[in-house]
């Protein structure tokens, strides 16, 4: 823990004083003239001294050291409901998914583990779904409709080459659609001889300013592939694009390290990049996780939905301790006109 404003953390040393000036009253001998209007306030005055009457004056005095640790303005590092409020899961359906080193297939074990993934997921969270293989698509926009992203989830169809990089871009320009991200002016370097009228309409690139990686809060994406890049944008250019954005990737790497499985003439790149794929998670703050079955990939999934519903952040605390503090004045008060008929 720490302190905006140490300064005023000082201010608790007169703390002390308010027992010491409570028990002065307490001791306090004098002879005043006491009128009472009331045979009710005679019978208090006259009943014996209870633990009740020391109450309230507690109540006050705690009420006033919470104050004053809050106006030091303290921060912490406390467990927070998730934050985010958008996930895109980018999904590898390259060629080489149908391989059956996990079972059933790299595939639908990639598919079960993503559909029990959205099940445990907080419903108010929003989820899209990207996939690639040569290219990227956008299978289902961000949506609370569970449902619509199980139908897409199942309607995969496999193609060829692997554009990791493109994937991740396609998810950032979910995202941050006026950002005007533009993965085919990206790959063609910008030099498209005619534009359509859609792409007249998209915005123009934005000038972002880069902002410390893994600090965006209101969006996560998690990336599964089994493979290496074979065409598309430069993974580590892409990463970098998140990173700058801060956005992190949680990083899913399926099937074979080693390359011992084939598919045809395809083993070369069946080989699972795992260099690429650790650093575009520690570029953007992320975690990289491999599976290697179909029960770790189920894991992984579920280990990432719990780990994203609570997130451990530094915190001010002040707001929380002044309500503490007026809600113990209050019932101070509260208890002093029931037990005494007066508040102080």
Known sequence: MFFLWPQY????????????????????????????SSLGVVRVAAAPRHWRRHVPPTLLLLSCSLLLFA???PVARVPLPWARSTIILAMDVSLSMRVGDVKPTRLEAAQEAA??????????IEVGLVTFAGSSQVAQRATLDRASLTAAIDAFQMQWGTAVGDAIVQSLAELFPDHGIDIGDMTSGGQRRGRSLDDRAKPPPKQITPVAPGSYNSAAIILLSDGRRTTGIDTLEAAKMAADRGVRIYVVG???VDGAASLGEM???????EPTLREVARMTGGEYHHAGTAEMLRSVYENLGSRMQVLTRETELTGLLSLMSATLALVAAGLSVLWFGRVA
């Open 9 to 36: 953390v000082w201010l608790m040393l007169a703390l002390p004083l308010l027992p010491a000036l409570y028990v002065w009253l307490l001791h306090r001998r004098g002879k005043p003239a006491v009128r009472y």
């Open 115 to 124: 559909k029990s993934f959205l099940r445990d997921l907080p419903k108010q």
């Open 254 to 256: 399926l099937g074979t």
């Open 71 to 73: 106006a030091g303005r």
């Open 267 to 273: 083993s070369i790149y069946m080989q699972l990049d």
